[in-house]
């Protein structure tokens, strides 16, 4: 029997050992899983740190480098700098999130661009779990902040305290009366195809704006007083890159675009419509006039007259670029307001009964209702992909398989559907991009 009873408390010895050691290596195992669920979060806290700087500081990279006085400008970066600045907040955040930033890799995969806007972070590091346990865990994000001849959003506004109390449609962030927009944006198509990249600096600026900036440079030969500044009209651009100075030179002028001065090479008005602080500016969006301008301009020559005015009307509602709505309308249904799919997809803008009810879409065979919702809907898919290719397929193929890839996915109506709508605008490079939004792309 003693015998007996040694084996026994042997075993049961050897079982709570056993135990022991499957509890030391699930508490192993958990917290490898909470360090690397921990080091992903933070190289998604790096990566999204220095995005964010690069988002704040672009403006300044853009700005011109010298004053017309021929001193450097203090309010431009150049790409270096500019590129330290958002390494610096990177490795700040790092260390605000007990990684050792010497364990940190950032790099910028658009670096070789005149305006970089991604940032990647590789993180390998050993954190301290609850326990003083450390854990060795790796982890990779990659963060951007696209931007193009972009709608802020909510895609218009109201001027105010200004020259101009009319409609802005927004660029880069930046207001603009609605006709110069168009002709901007027209403009900023040919110079992407001609290999040149624009971008709005600065637009509407109200006069308290104006006497900011002049308080802070107070010369008149390049900063005007308030009350002065043709800025406060809505129709005068500063446009970068500086790299971009000679193409405007030789092509704003097909645009209705002059330089205003012979000194600031930056600097584009627009003269193709009514004269800078006028009552004709105002009438331009108030009207409707603005809205036939840009239909004339914004718009491709294949939507039919009854569905101009929609168009632009729900496109300016939600930020959306109106040729991209065109081009889908074209692919979905011919600008059928009819039109039904064997899949159950209704109208001319093809909804999912679903889909219809969850935009508050009664009726989808109402056209004018239907392009109002695919507005709607389009600027939820932007907003959630950053790009047009990507809003695109999942307004085709849903967004769970664009989500999980992060691309178009390997669908041939998708894939085919987002290659003829991009063929029938001319590209993405010919429509404007909802931007700089800030979010993780892997």
């Known amino acids: 029997m003693k015998s007996e009873d040694g084996q026994a408390l042997v075993l049961a010895l050897g079982g709570a050992l056993a135990l022991i050691a499957g509890a030391l290596a699930l508490v192993a195992i958990a917290g490898a899983v909470t360090g690397k669920g921990r080091a992903q979060r933070a190289a998604d806290l790096v990566a999204i740190s220095a995005v964010r700087s690069m988002r704040d500081d672009l403006s ?18 150049d790409k270096p700098t500019y590129l330290a600045r958002a390494r610096t907040a990177a490795l700040a955040a790092a260390r605000a999130n007990d990684v050792d930033p010497d364990r940190v890799q950032v790099r910028f995969p658009d670096r070789e661009s005149f305006a970089p806007v991604r940032a990647k972070a590789t993180i390998v590091a050993g954190l301290r779990e609850s326990g003083g346990h450390r854990v060795e865990a790796s982890a990779e994000a990659e963060a951007a902040a696209p931007f193009g001849t972009a709608t802020s959003a909510g895609g218009t506004g109201i001027a105010s305290g200004g020259g101009y109390g ?15 927009a168009a002709a901007y944006d027209q403009m900023a198509a040919a110079a992407r195809a001609d290999g040149v990249v624009l ?10 704006e104006q006497a900011e900036l002049f308080a802070a440079h ?16 809505a129709t005068e651009l500063d446009l970068g890159p500086s790299s971009a100075y000679g193409w405007l030179v030789a092509n704003a002028g097909r645009f209705g675009f002059v330089q205003r001065y012979s000194w600031e090479a930056w600097h ?24 036939a301008l840009l239909g004339s301009t ?21 930020g959306v670029p109106a040729a991209l709505m065109a081009g889908q309308l074209m692919a979905e249904s011919g600008f059928d307001p009819n039109a039904g799919s064997p899949a159950g997809a209704q109208g001319i803008a093809q909804f999912m009964p679903s889909t219809a009810a969850a935009y508050g879409l009664a ?23 950053g790009s047009p290719e990507l809003a695109l397929a999942a307004y085709n193929a849903g967004p769970a398989p664009v989500e999980a890839c992060h691309c ?35």
């Open 60 to 77: 300044r990279l853009l700005a011109p480098p010298g004053l017309v006085d021929g001193r450097p400008n203090p309010g431009h970066i």
């Open 218 to 233: 107070p010369d008149p030969t390049w900063v005007a007083p308030p009350g002065q500044s043709l800025h406060r009209c």
């Open 199 to 208: 971008m709005v600096v600065s637009g509407f600026r109200s006069d308290a």
């Open 298 to 318: 914004s718009l491709p020559a294949f939507v039919p007259p009854q569905y101009r005015e929609p168009l632009l009307r729900s496109a300016a509602r939600w």
């Open 166 to 180: 009319g409609t802005l449609a927004f660029r880069d962030g930046e207001g603009i009366r609605p006709d110069a």
């Open 408 to 442: 178009i996915p390997p669908y041939p109506e998708t894939q085919a559907y987002v290659t003829r709508i991009l063929a029938l605008i001319g590209g993405a490079g010919a429509i404007a991009m909802p931007s700089f939004e800030v979010r993780l792309v892997a």
């Open 363 to 385: 009726d989808p065979y109402d056209p004018v209702a239907a392009i109002d919702a695919q507005g709607h809907l389009m600027s939820d898919l932007l907003r959630q992909f």
């Open 268 to 291: 584009f008005g627009f003269e193709a419509g009514p004269a800078p602080c006028s009552a004709a500016g105002e009438d331009v969006a108030a009207s409707g006039g603005g809205a």
